[in-house]
């Protein structure tokens, strides 16, 4: 059984004017303090950040393909066997979203968009290679980031 999907990187928001002008304000502010104080790499780290931010705020997210197999999933080219996985979770509402806790003491869970239509062929996969289910959750860093427009 091989299940495929595409799903983009990360989700596209829009962002204001207002936004913008935000982060230049804290930037600037968080600048000028820096040099007050006589930190001026940190001032230069602060520009160089908001920068960047701006700058990869910008752009449109590009598509991750999603492949399932017996063996495991493997997301565009790196690959996790199912032997590595310790529990499994799809969430239904608001969104679609497989976890997976893996045996990785870096980002331990990993979580993806899935289509409605594969939850059902996903659950099934995983239960088949003895993966328990064990509810989880977005990331409390993830509704923060949300909240603030990322």
């Not at 595409?6 to 204001?16: N, V």
């Not at 006589?38 to 701006?54: E, Q, R």
């Not at 980002?107 to 899935?114: A, N, Q, V």
């Not at 064990?134 to 509704?143: D, L, Q, V």
């Amino acid at each position: 059984m091989k299940i495929e999907w595409q799903a983009p990187e990360y989700e596209d928001k829009k962002r204001s004017i207002d936004w913008f002008w935000a982060l230049g304000i804290i930037v600037v502010a968080g600048s000028i303090t820096s040099i007050i104080f006589g930190d001026y790499f940190f001032a230069i780290l602060l520009i160089l950040g908001g920068l960047m931010l701006g700058f990869f705020a910008t752009q449109k997210p590009g598509m991750v393909t999603y492949e399932m197999t017996e063996k495991g999933i493997k997301i565009n080219t790196e690959f996790y066997p199912f032997k590595n996985m310790k529990s499994f979770w799809i969430q239904m509402e608001p969104k679609f979203i497989l976890f997976i806790k893996i045996d990785r003491f870096f980002m331990p869970i990993i979580s993806m968009p899935i289509e409605m239509d594969k939850a059902e062929e996903i659950n099934k996969l995983m239960i088949e290679n003895n993966i328990p289910e064990e509810e989880m959750k977005p990331h409390m860093s993830e509704n923060i980031m949300d909240n603030l427009g990322f």
